[in-house]
T-cell receptor, first 115, second 111 residues
C-alpha cells in the first residue's frame, strides 16, 4: 500500500533554533499533503494544507511565519519550526490522500521536544 | 459543541472480549466515516472506511454508521493484546475530504 515516510521520528532542540521535518510519499505522487499537530491524549489538529508548487493554506490560529511549509515536488513536503520554543513541543504528523475519498495515509510522526 | 465527540477512555478489557468504541458527530453533511488505529508514538493507520449509513466488516472489525442519530461505532471481536492502541474516529463531507478527528479512545486489552 501507499507509504508516507516521515523523519526524523524524534528530535530535541534548543530554544531559538529551527527544526525541519520531512515527509515523502514513497510510491505515489502527493499533490497535497496535510500537517497535523497532536498533544498528549488530544485529537489531531490540522495545521496546514501543503500544495505542490504553491503556497500552503494555514488553519486559523497557526502562525505561517513560524511553521514554514514547503512542497517543492510531488513526493516531498517539509515543515520547518522556526525559532522553536518549549510550547512548540508536540507530536507532528503529515498525511496524504492516496485515493478518491478512501482515507489518508499518515507518516509515523515526529516528536519534537524544545528545551 | 465539538464536531466530533469521542470518549478518551481508557477502556480496559480482558483478552477475547468484544470491544465497542463510539463517536458522535454534529454535522449531518458528513458522508464519509473512518476509524484509525494509532499506536503510541506512531502515526494513525486507517482501519475502516465507510460511506453513508450501514455496516462494514473486515475480519474482527465491524464499523457501523447510524446517520439518523449521528452515531458511529467500531466493534472489535475476540480482542487481542495487540489491539491495545488509541482508536480515532474521523468524519468528512463529500465536498471536502479533509477529515475531522475525534480525540481518540485509548484501548487496553490485558491478557
Amino acid at each position: 500500500g501507499a507509504v508516507v515516510s516521515q523523519h526524523p521520528s524524534w528530535v530535541i532542540c534548543k530554544s531559538g533554533t529551527s527544526v525541519k521535518i520531512e515527509c515523502r510519499s514513497l510510491d505515489f505522487q502527493a499533490t497535497t499533503m496535510f500537517w497535523y499537530r497532536q498533544f498528549p491524549k488530544q485529537s489531531l489538529m490540522l495545521m496546514a494544507t501543503s500544495n505542490e508548487g504553491s503556497k500552503a493554506t494555514y488553519e486559523q490560529g497557526v502562525e505561517k511565519d513560524k511553521f514554514l511549509i514547503n512542497h517543492a515536488s510531488l513526493t516531498l513536503s517539509t515543515l520547518t519550526v522556526t525559532s522553536a520554543h518549549p510550547e512548540d513541543s508536540s507530536f507532528y504528523i503529515c498525511s496524504a490522500r492516496t485515493g478518491s475519498g478512501d482515507g489518508y495515509t499518515f507518516g509515523s510522526g515526529t516528536r519534537l521536544t524544545v528545551v | 459543541q465539538k464536531e466530533v465527540e469521542q470518549d478518551p477512555g481508557p477502556l480496559s478489557v480482558p483478552e477475547g472480549a468484544i470491544v465497542s468504541l463510539n463517536c458522535t458527530y454534529s454535522n449531518s453533511a458528513f458522508q464519509y466515516f473512518m476509524w484509525y488505529r494509532q499506536y503510541s508514538r506512531k502515526g494513525p493507520e486507517l482501519l475502516m472506511y465507510t460511506y453513508s449509513s450501514g455496516n462494514k466488516e473486515d475480519g474482527r472489525f465491524t464499523a457501523q454508521v447510524d446517520k439518523s442519530s449521528k452515531y458511529i461505532s467500531l466493534f472489535i471481536r475476540d480482542s487481542q493484546p495487540s489491539d491495545s492502541a488509541t482508536y480515532l474516529c474521523a468524519v468528512s463531507s463529500g465536498g471536502s475530504y479533509i477529515p475531522t478527528f475525534g480525540r481518540g479512545t485509548s484501548l487496553i486489552v490485558h491478557p
